[in-house]
């Protein structure tokens, strides 16, 4: 039975991915930081079929006894400061987490288990301010926020780990993904669930900043198997993980509130400046013809699909 250890098994994609793993026969285990209030709402179904261990990406001991007591065959580090606005509140502890956090969990594997297979989770975000359209796994990067810029740092260090030590090292280059278990600080899950309370009366108005705004959104539960997939090929790669279209939040804003039964959204949205990145990034759309070439992954579930199940997912969850 293959084992398998993931950082980050509480948030959105490590919940979706342990569960793909089980299905898969997998002997799953986890990491999780040490909090006053546990936070498994995520994994509450499968929380009896995996094995949690306490670690922390900030300390390094930690990290050597979770793989010394998993003795993983994959690591999945999706742990994370995953917020982009909130890295520029906290930069360095973002830089710590996300970056550095990343050659800290590298070195721990090299002593305890260099023969596993490693998976990064990278980011469009590290595009940013983009040199093409669209993107794909050559073009350069041009990271616009404290988490875009750690997150480049992970990926390469990855990259340096996987050439300068021969370890079997993969980069995900995800662009955003969704889903009914994404935290309500992102801007779709705030909008569905917004709709889903408007509609049910119990608030009024949605506060939003750049309604402009363009990204290149798929489903999470979609892009959780891209990640198995690159853990399984005979060599390791990086690799572009998107639909390769680009809706903006106005667009997701009309699907939502069409899918609550409420019509139009300019009566309820309100573009405050609060929520206005200080550097905006441009248009994300990736190219994940390389993973469709050597993966065979391509996304399943469309954009409109996507932001409709997500609110009715929202209608349940708060008529409940």
Not at 118 to 139: D, L
Not at 207 to 232: I, P, S, T
Not at 242 to 261: I, K, P, W, Y
Not at 273 to 299: M, N
Request: proline share 3%; hydrophobic share 40%; glycine share 8%.
């Amino acid at each position: 039975m293959a084992r398998a250890l993931i950082t980050g098994i509480t948030g959105q994609d490590g919940s979706y991915l342990a569960e793909l793993l089980l299905d898969k026969g997998y002997e799953v285990h986890g990491m999780v930081r040490r909090s006053s209030t546990e936070t498994f709402g995520r994994i509450e179904r499968i929380r009896d079929k995996v094995t949690l261990h306490q670690g922390d990406l900030l300390d390094q001991r930690s990290l050597v006894d979770a793989l010394r007591a998993s003795q993983p065959d994959e690591i999945y580090n999706l742990a994370a400061m995953s917020f982009v606005a909130a890295s520029w509140a906290q930069p360095t502890l973002t830089a710590e987490f996300t970056g550095v956090g990343v050659t800290r969990m590298l070195e721990a594997m090299r002593e305890v288990c260099p023969d596993a297979r490693f998976y990064q989770a990278s980011s469009s975000e590290m595009y940013g301010k983009v040199i093409e359209v669209p993107q794909t796994e050559t073009t350069p990067f041009y990271p616009r926020s404290p988490y875009g810029v750690a997150k480049t740092y992970g990926h390469f260090i990855t990259v340096n780990y996987r050439e300068s030590y021969d370890l079997f090292a993969a980069g995900g280059i995800l662009f955003n993904h969704e889903s009914p278990r994404r935290g309500l600080e992102f801007v779709t899950r705030k909008i569905t669930w917004h709709a889903a309370a408007i509609k049910l009366g119990l608030v009024a108005k949605l506060a939003l900043g750049n309604l402009d705004a363009e990204r290149d959104w798929g489903y999470a539960k979609d892009y959780v198997e891209a990640m198995w997939l690159m853990l399984q090929q005979d060599t390791a790669n990086d690799y572009v993980i998107a639909t390769g279209q680009t809706n903006s939040v106005r667009d997701c804003l009309e699907v939502a509130f069409d899918e609550a039964g409420l019509g139009s959204f300019e009566p309820y949205v309100e573009v405050d400046q609060r929520f206005v990145r200080p550097a905006e990034v441009d248009q994300l759309i990736g190219d994940y013809s390389k993973a469709e070439r050597e993966l065979g992954w391509k996304p399943k579930t469309g954009f409109e699909e996507l932001i409709r199940l997500m609110v009715q997912a929202d209608l349940e969850l708060l008529s409940s």
